[in-house]
């Protein structure tokens, strides 16, 4: 039997200070967007709303810490199944918004199954190689089997399209098979097979090509889109102690995506470079943490889960922040529990949930993680 341990604390008060901090953030950023392009004309308006549903995810928080993990393991192939037809739906029933097809309509809300799609998929990949760690290395009986879900998964979302969000998910996945006893060969055909594709579909979508083509202008000559251009406009501004809490110039309407995707450079003009790093501190954070729970799990299936919960909300994190400050091209990609949000926002924070309860069944002494099947790499 598992003994049950203290859950990590700092996991809980990381995620606690992020949701809280944006509350503040999103009532910034937002303000203007509020009075001008909302029928309401309140300035507070989706400040109000994102209040309600930092509330929502704190309650996910703490309901999902208590939740054994385990329960997770025995439902996966039902999650997976599930997670298959929810992004098969919104390819027929979805609403299209911006030229994608990536949300549900339930009533007046909706929700993007893609914000799903990321953990269950690090769910049943947890079960898959837990179960199978004994010829995961075998290509046919094994490691075919696990990546079939991985590709099924990516193509349903870059089918949307969303090219960001399924290369996050692919890149983890990879990441998750890349510290099981999958061969290191067939981890890298995989990503060699798969280049190809992404980059016929990269030169068929007009907008990608655009965002790649203004971030090969910003790197050999300055140029920059608008997004990129305010972005960088509102990082300066902010210095390095930056301009005071809901003092923003750019979300006057010059910063497109505001209190969401472009976040971060509200952040980093209102805190300042102090704040914008403290940011990336806790983020970092959270990832040791989280890679400790993994290291100190006591069983394959919370080890794998712990590691695929961690890098999916770090990758989004610091893959939003790559895009603020014009390292990466522009992509869609939110702020884990600081960009505005409903579904994500809560399903995040379930997901840690998720990682605090698996803490509770760790070790104090670390092992090694997923020891790998050297003798077949």
């Known amino acids: 039997m598992i003994k049950e341990y203290k859950a990590d604390i700092w996991i809980i008060l990381s995620v606690i200070l992020l949701i809280v901090f944006s509350i503040g953030a999103v009532y910034s950023a937002s303000s203007y967007y509020s009075m001008i392009a ?71 809300l909706s929700f993007q199954p893609s ?7 690090m769910i049943y990949l947890s079960v898959l190689l837990a179960r199978k760690k004994e010829y995961i290395h075998l290509l046919y009986r ?4 696990v990546i079939g879900y991985v590709l099924i998964i990516t193509i349903l979302i870059i089918a949307q399209p969303n090219f960001s969000t399924a290369m996050i998910v692919f890149g983890t996945s990879i990441l998750l098979l890349s510290v099981s006893p999958a061969k290191t060969k067939h ?18 979508k007009p907008y990608i090509m655009s965002r790649f083509d203004k971030f090969s202008q910003f790197t050999s000559s300055g140029k920059v889109g608008l997004q990129l251009d305010q972005a960088i406009i509102g990082l300066g501004n902010g210095g390095l102690i930056g301009v ?4 923003s110039y750019q979300k006057e309407y010059f910063l497109p995506e505001a209190y969401n995707d472009f976040i ?27 890679y400790k729970v993994a290291l100190n799990s006591e069983d394959d299936f919370g080890k794998y889960l ?28 939110p702020v884990p529990f600081i960009s505005y949000g409903g579904t ?27 020891n790998k099947l050297n003798k077949n790499k």
Do not use: C, Q
């Open 142 to 145: 094994g490691y075919m089997f």
């Open 344 to 370: 994500a926002l809560i399903i995040n924070s379930a997901a840690m949930g998720i990682l605090v309860n698996i803490s509770r069944n760790a070790k104090g002494k670390e092992n090694i993680i997923m």
């Open 264 to 290: 971060f450079a509200i952040v980093g003009e209102e805190y300042g470079f102090i704040g914008a790093v403290a940011i990336i501190i806790v983020f970092g954070f959270i990832l040791i943490r989280g």
């Open 38 to 108: 909302t029928k309401s004309g309140d300035s507070d308006y989706l400040g109000k709303l994102h209040i309600g549903k930092a509330i929502l995810a704190l309650a996910a928080l703490f309901i999902f810490s208590k939740i054994d993990y385990k329960v997770y393991e025995k439902y996966g192939f039902l999650l997976i199944v599930g997670t298959i037809l929810l992004l098969a739906a919104v390819l027929i029933f979805g609403v299209t918004k911006k030229g994608a097809s990536r949300w549900i309509p339930l009533g007046p």
């Open 306 to 333: 712990a590691f695929g919960i961690t890098s999916i909300i770090t990758a989004y994190a610091f893959v939003n922040m790559s895009v603020a400050t014009g390292i990466i091209p522009t992509t869609g990609v």
């Open 115 to 121: 914000d799903i799609a990321k953990y269950t998929l």
């Open 187 to 204: 981890i890298l055909i995989t990503v060699l097979s798969v280049i190809p594709f992404a980059v016929l579909f990269v030169l068929s």
């Open 244 to 247: 005071g809490p809901g003092n």
